[in-house]
């Protein structure tokens, strides 16, 4: 599905699945259990409307990939999906977004909760001005994990993953400023995967 500024007919394309999956067709990705599912979604920046009427569902462990041009709202529905857009001020949303079947934007959300379980990496990196390893250790520390060989654990995979763990392992005191641009995304991916969200 399309995300775009201007109201269009909806366009709906075929997902791409990997010839070693074990889906192998359309409709067995429609029989998979849906973990988010957006119905008539309508966002608004003051007076400007972002989203027209988006609907979209995203089957569990499935990538899904929403493409179009500049400014066409792809980063503003991905900012709905954990609430991020709240912290705008004049912000509204219509319609309904479902988690795993419950409603994200009911009342009395714990949206700290919502965050752990959305994870969002931006297109420009915006690493925190702290150490390499506290950028990782953040999120499970803030989860309530204090234990320093736990964090150690969490830290390592979480780098591994993000293929730069080779490339910081004897430098992990190091402000994460210091990093390439490149360097910077991988460690924000990092940041992401450490309290292991769900989306």
């Not at 999956?21 to 429609?30: I, K, Q, S």
């Amino acid at each position: 599905t399309e995300l775009t500024s201007e109201p269009l007919p909806q366009r709906i394309m075929a997902p791409r699945i990997s010839p070693h999956a074990d889906l192998r067709t359309v409709d067995d990705l429609l029989e998979r259990p849906q973990k988010v599912v957006a119905t008539g979604v309508n966002f608004f920046y003051g007076e400007h409307q972002a989203l027209h009427n988006v609907s979209l569902n995203m089957p569990q462990n499935c990538v899904t990939a929403l493409i179009g041009p500049s400014g066409c709202g792809k980063s503003t529905f991905l900012r709905c999906l954990n609430r991020m857009n709240d912290m705008i001020e004049g912000t509204r949303l219509q319609g309904q977004i479902l988690l795993d079947d419950v409603d994200i934007y009911r009342p009395k959300t714990d949206v700290v909760e919502l965050r752990k379980r959305v994870g969002i990496i931006f297109q420009k990196s915006n690493p925190f001005p702290k150490s390499i390893y506290d950028n990782v250790a953040y999120g499970p520390r803030v989860a309530g994990i204090r234990k320093r060989a736990d964090l150690d654990e969490i830290v390592e995979k979480s780098l591994q993953r993000s293929a730069l763990w080779e490339e910081v392992s004897d430098r992990l005191n190091e402000s994460a400023l210091k990093l390439s641009g490149g360097q910077q995304q991988r460690l924000c991916i990092a940041r992401a995967l450490a309290t292991d969200p769900d989306v």
